[in-house]
């Protein structure tokens, strides 16, 4: 009856990149406004993503993180639950790692610490969104309010403990001892060298595979195990799960903290795989970043991939930008990811009706060549 | 309205509404293929078909929502051009909705003159909104008082403002759409009471209905849709319910339910003074309390939001028992031992959601995945730590195929099946496993006659293989025809209980409304 709807392919496929589209040409106006040449801008932009092997590793090391937090956030958005506070969890969670790989370095090299690091991050990440979970669940508090307020009672307590507890002593700078080279993540540019390829020198680290492996994960989790059934059905209609007998409550706290973890694991890129060390505001806005990312994605994980690595290449492009032609601000990056979030969120039913007659049209005349 | 008024009077002898070779498409599909109606002036005119068949789409277009792809409309006699309501309201058409399209805290006054206020400041518009709600009121017989609160009144009331609104912006062709749904039998009446005052005055009205009786009890004429096109025009006189019926479906249909006589045995299901308050502190359910037997069907009639739905929640296990007992197959349910639906599943209870769409499916998901609702958790559906997606589709299929489903495909979203398919889905989920009790909440709400007939059959197929049935339904035809014993819920409360062949729409009614006693008060209260 309802064949208004569109095929799937054009629906998670032609209507997004429409959008990304309308925002880029947005941008171009934007950036002829300050009175720069959008083409220039382009070229920038991809060169800086693309065009080198550094700049490449640059952005797949944005666009792992990407693809932590989006999942994080897609699979709260399957439960119906708004985690906005991806930030804080990543925070948090990557205490947790740093802690872990703080404590151990001495002991182990890093594979036989990856899974400890993995552990402590998910759990510190888990029950950092195990508040607000459990307040929404069974108190009813909003998630959305709850987890913006914990993203800055992350903050806090970080700085409190950088500058505090876990500084290194004689140090100026609020941020913990380095961990051992040995417990470090290897990097992507050890990695090729060990097989006689020689990459330029960039934070890109094995990290990319487990935010490969997580993508398969989540995927599984949702649409293959009865988890991923509940989750989904409270989403769609939370009456009907209670109707099938399924435990809502405990469903939204167990969702809320699978999703805290999958946050925690930018810990593993950041702390354990780039920086080294705990240090301040190492999440940078990441958090915040995967929720348009689960938007654009369509809180599917191949989407999910497709919006990071895009995210990702704006991040490492617009620094380049702004690094190339210093007239164009910095600011202008922030400018054309807003508009993307823009289109591909907040308007993304907005090129909708006219496809479908577009579509409905070309449809129909198929349907009359073939009478 | 002086305008409308003129004009009717030059055009006299043209009919009320003529609508000439209507066509519209929604994509490939065609829900009005050349209509052609005609609706003389002064008179009753039924339009009846399936859910589908295009009234909705063919009012839509009357009204100004939809404009059609081809096609011209006559409005007593001149050609109109409608692209929106307020066209429509302009060529003198009224709409009455299914659902009200009221402001429940506004009074009737309030309300009536919405959007048609007569001047800008409303001290004078309410001066004369109440002078002309005044004459409109007695010149067509219907008594309401204009400051009362809207949401206060009874359902028949908030009708009656919606008919006063139309007419107050001049509507000589009122369309009313499934006007009957929420009124009790006695509404029904004062209803048609005043449809037969507004003809009388030369009101021409059409009438939207998948109710047969109804359409024999008042209209002059009738006219069939089926699959989008006019399949007969018939003077109610000459024609038979019989008749209507298959020429809504295209075949011959049972409209009696087909059933020997009941052999209740021993008692399978027992509520024992269940009360429920909800969140609020009201008292939904008031010390209820009623056994069904095993080889019998229970019917629950009562005019919807009487503590039916809350009733099937709690006998379910959807809400929790807050006093009184459930015993169900030998368990107690209490306070003390909550159960939720799940453990009801596994104590062998079945059942069939009142609202398909708000509880007993997601519309979003596939068949497949409508099809293992409340049974995800099964062994038979799942791996150790994956669900087992091919028994999951291959259980759906063997279930499309036992009842019917169409199209009988497994992946198909749930909302892309007619309100028939998505029935019988759910049907086949919960009757399959014969569960020793099963509850059924407004069995065919939305389905097809020709699948009435189908899901009346298994619930007595179901009960005569020595299970108990509980039926929930507003429509009183089909607790009548299908249930063997009756009780009238009343705000909460049981208020009569009688054998199916002891009862008549009229013994129902009057315990339906409390004996009337609420609602006449009302009426009359409204009325002096």
Known sequence: MSNKTLPTWVDVGVLPLINVCLAFIVSGFVILLIGESPLEAVKYIVTGAFGYDEGIGYTLFYTTNFIFTGLAVSIAFHAGLFNIGGEGQAYIGGLGVGLMCLSLDSFMPWWALLPFAIAAGGAFGAAWAFIPAYLQAYRGSHVVITTIMFNFIASALMVYLLVNVLIEPGSMAPQSRSIMEAATLPSMQNLFAAIGIDIANSPLNVSIFLAMICCVLVWLLLWHTRLGYAIRMIGFNENAAVYSGINTRRIIVITMCISGAISALVGINEVMGAQERILLDFVAGAGF??????????????????????????????????????????????????????????????????????????????????? | MLTTQNTQQQDSLSPAIDLRKINKSFGPVHANKDVDLIVAKGSIHGIIGENGAGKSTLMSILYGFYEADSGEILVNGKLASITSSKDAIRAGIGMVHQHFMLIENFTVLENVMLGAELSSSLKESKISARAELARLSEEFGLAVD???????????????????????????????????????????????????????????????????????????????????????SRETSKTTKQELAELMVGRKVLLEVDKSVAQPKEVLLEADNLTIKDSAGITRLDAVSLKVHAGEILGIAGVSGNGQAELLDVLSGIIPVQEGNIHLNGTTINAKNVLN????????????????????????????ECAIMGFQDEPEFNGRILMDNKAVTDHCVSLMEEFDVRPANPHLKAANFSGGNQQKLCMAREIERQPKVLLVGQPTRGVDIGAIEFIHQQIVALRDAGNAVLVVSVELEEVMSLCDRIIVMFEGRIVGEMAASDADAQKLGLLMGNAGSDDQASTQGASS
């Open chain 2, 341 to 368: 639906a799940k453990d009801f599943r596994h104590l062998s209870l079945g059942h069939v959601a009142e609202d398909r769409h708000k509880q007993g499916m997601v519309t979003d998901f596939s068949a497949r």
């Open chain 2, 146 to 232: 204009p400051d009362a609160i809207t949401g206060d009144l009874a359902v028949g009331l908030q009708q009656r403002v919606e008919i006063l609104k139309a007419l107050y912006r001049g509507a000589e062709i009122l369309i009313l759409d499934e006007p009957t749904g929420v009124l009790t039998p006695q509404e029904v009446k004062q209803l048609f009471d005043i449809l037969n005052a507004l003809r009388a005055r030369g009101v021409s009205v059409m009438l939207i209905t998948h109710k047969l009786q109804e359409i024999l009890a008042i209209t002059d004429e009738v006219t069939v849709m089926r699959g989008g096109t006019m399949v007969a």
């Open chain 1, 289 to 371: 970043t995967g929720i348009a990312v689960a938007l654009m994605g369509r809180n599917h994980p191949v989407g999910i991939v497709i919006a990071s690595l895009l995210f990702g290449a704006l991040k490492q492009g617009g620094a380049e930008l702004s690094f190339e032609n210093p007239d164009i601000p910095n600011n202008i990056v922030v400018v054309i990811e807003g508009l993307v979030i823009l289109f591909c969120g907040a308007l993304t039913l907005m090129t909708k009706p006219s496809m479908e007659k577009l579509f409905l049209k070309f449809y129909a005349k198929k349907e009359n060549a073939n009478v």
